[in-house]
Each structure stands twice: as C-alpha cells, then as structure tokens.
C-alpha cells in the first residue's frame, strides 16, 4: 500500500503497464495536481501502445485532477470513495468529465 502520492503513481506505472489492455482504447492524457506535503504534478498518458506514467506536466491533457496528496492515498487504498471526494470539494476536475468518471480503471 502506498504512502505518498510517488508510491501511488509508481504503482500505477507498474499496474498498468503489467496490464496495458485494461486501459486500452482510453486515448487520453490525465494531469494530476497533487497539493500539500508531497505533492507535485504527474501525468497519466494513455495515447500510445503502452501507458506513459511521469513526474512533470503534459500541457495537451484532457483532464486535470487537483486534489491533496493524502486524499490521493485514501481514494487508491479505499479509504476514500473518489466520487465523496469530488462531492466533498476535496477533489477537483478541469476538461473532460466523461474521462474523470473513468478514473477508477486507473486508480483503482
């Protein structure tokens, strides 16, 4: 189980590209602004063969996702219902909305 959002996204990396077929077809990039202790900017990039999972900032993404880093290692380890969260203000969307309600295939 991770600690912080780095152990979230390198176990999303290893997840995903053990499994690349359960994010097949998605075509889309996933920007995550991450706030507070441990936080940082990643991306999700599901365009290619196989996904591309990375520090830094993809500005062509098609939906940005800011929340805090312990609420990221909530949601991932089910501690927190993602869709509360949003509800909740504690997660916030930009861009596609249709992708955010797809975010389980890789967060989960």
Known sequence: M??????????????????????????????FDI??????KWFVDLMGD???IAAGV?????????????????????KLNGQMAFMTGKLKIAGDMGLAMKLTKILG
């Open 2 to 31: 991770a600690d912080n959002p780095k152990e979230v996204f390198e176990g999303m990396n290893t997840k995903l590209t053990a499994n690349p077929e359960s994010v097949a077809g998605m075509n889309c990039i996933y920007q």
């Open 50 to 52: 196989m996904p591309d």
């Open 35 to 40: 706030t507070g202790d441990d936080g940082g």
């Open 58 to 78: 993809k500005d062509d993404a098609n939906c940005t996702i800011t929340m805090a880093g312990q609420d990221l290692v909530d949601i991932t380890s089910g």
